[in-house]
């Protein structure tokens, strides 16, 4: 675990260090269920994004299924970051465009995405931490690697 905690915290520092980023925009006064995209009518209808619970700030689609055994969080007074894995049967090229498309409406600054054939790696940042988002397609499902940490300095 120790191990799993200090090369998430070099990976974070590394993807940090030296960004200069612009002061955040004035916050939206919309909710959380107000961001989310509207449901079809029907009142028990599954909705089609989802928060991660940690982090309020990050969606995702509701047909990806949480890994536990993957996934990881860190909690310290101030401080909240770990690595979240989804999977489920959803093409790769789609949750790319739902990360890019979705993460501004939570205030998430594009920073970079890279991809090569079904792999995808997409990243964000906001004042106080950073995200990395990779989507790996394979022949059963797709996964979704959510990498949450505090920028350089914070």
């Known amino acids: 675990m120790l191990h799993r905690l200090l090369i998430l915290l070099c990976l ?5 260090c030296g960004l200069m980023h612009k002061p955040e925009a004035a916050k939206s006064q919309q909710t959380n269920a107000a961001k989310q995209q509207p449901q079809s009518g029907l009142k028990n209808a599954k909705p ?4 991660v619970p940690e982090f ?11 890994d536990v055994d993957r996934s990881f969080i860190y909690e310290a007074p101030g401080v909240t970051m770990g690595v979240i894995t989804y999977s489920g049967y959803v093409k790769g090229d789609s949750l ?3 990360f890019r498309n979705e993460m501004p409406k939570y205030e998430w600054q594009f920073l970079n995405a890279f991809s090569e054939g079904d792999k ?8 106080d931490k950073s995200c990395m988002i990779s989507v790996e397609e394979s022949t059963l499902s797709t996964r979704v690697t959510i990498k949450v940490g505090p920028t350089q300095g914070h």
Do not use: H, Q
């Open 56 to 66: 309020d700030d990050i969606p995702v689609p509701s047909k990806l299924s949480r």
């Open 96 to 98: 790319a465009k739902f």
């Open 12 to 16: 974070f520092s590394f993807s940090a």
């Open 48 to 51: 089609v994004i989802v928060m």
């Open 120 to 127: 995808y790696l997409i990243s964000f940042i906001k004042s």
